[in-house]
Structures are given as C-alpha cells and as structure tokens.
C-alpha cells in the first residue's frame, strides 16, 4: 500500500517588529497601550520547541488587522527566533498593512522610553519562522 504525504505550507505573510527593551513584558504592553492607543491583552501563551512565551493580542475590527506581542525568551530561557537574540519582543501585524504603515509604527516604537532599538524582519527569511505560526 501506498503511502501519501501531507505537505503543508504556512503563510507568513505579516509584518514583523522586532523590539529591544529591557522592560517587563506586562509594563511593556501597559506602555504600548498607553502611549500608542493599542488595546493589547494577555492571552494564553505561545508555546514552542523552546518552551512557552507570553502572549499578548489584540484585533482591530476598524482596520481588520490582528496584532500579537510575544516575548522573545520562553520561560525555559531559550529564545523563539534564535536569529535574534538581542530582541526581546516581536510584534506581529496579521490583515492589510501598507510598507509605509510598517515603517511609521515601528518608528512610534522605537520613540518609547524604554525601547532602545524597533526594527522590520522579513519573516520568510528567518530559519525558525516555523516558531511563529499560532
């Protein structure tokens, strides 16, 4: 008997933010919320080959976009995106998202106190893009 594989292949097609902070994660999110006008929450976390890592999320129903703050380091101390390891948060933008959009909020980030560095990745072009599908 014939055996049938299943490939599956996963859409990566978001934005995504890479932010260096030294923050907690809940004080992190109570700033963007804050001084953005996001409405992030905590939402059960992400788990991964390198353990679980808080979560936080939100959906936008005027635009229609989802967004996702994930801590970087698991509670196992391994990182999610090993390719980065001087980042602490990502954020993702999940909906339609125009590049200057993408560059604007990333420079609203960066603009926080506590934020020393925001930054745009190219998801598809990360070895442990498997970690962000949720």
Avoid: P
């Avoid at 409405?39 to 390198?50: L, V």
């Avoid at 200057?100 to 070895?127: C, G, P, R, T, W």
Wanted: glycine letters at 4%; a negative charge.
């Amino acid at each position: 008997m014939a055996k049938t594989k299943l490939k599956i292949e996963y859409d990566y097609d978001f934005c995504l933010i890479g932010i260096v902070s030294s923050e907690k994660d809940f004080r992190f999110c109570w700033m963007l919320n804050n001084q953005l006008g996001q409405k992030f929450a905590k939402t059960e976390d992400h788990e991964s080959a390198a353990g679980n890592h808080s979560l936080y999320s939100y959906n936008d129903e005027n635009t229609m976009q989802e967004y996702y703050l994930i801590v970087n380091k698991a509670d196992s101390g391994k990182l999610l995106l090993e390719e980065h390891q001087h980042t602490d948060y990502f954020i993702i933008i999940k909906g339609e998202i125009t590049d200057e959009e993408k560059k604007y909020f990333a420079e609203q980030i960066k603009k926080l106190n506590s934020v020393s560095a925001s930054y745009l990745i190219d998801a598809e072009s990360l070895k442990s893009k498997h970690n962000l599908i949720f």
